[in-house]
């Protein structure tokens, strides 16, 4: 019985583990959409102030 307990725990952890993974990369990709716009609209905004 602990046996199968064990078996049990590691596979909870394991999906809860599977799911923060798949939360961080969306929320990492997230950033990297963001900080790509936010250095483009930069760069297009300073070109447009200067020329």
């Known amino acids: ?3 199968v307990m064990d ?3 590691n596979m909870f952890l394991d999906l809860f583990s599977m799911g923060k993974g798949f939360v961080y990369g969306f929320v990492m990709v997230g950033l990297f959409i963001v900080a790509c716009g936010a250095i483009l609209y930069g760069v ?7 020329f």
């Open 1 to 3: 019985m602990s046996k």
């Open 44 to 50: 297009l905004f300073l070109r447009n102030l200067f």
């Open 7 to 9: 078996i049990f725990k």
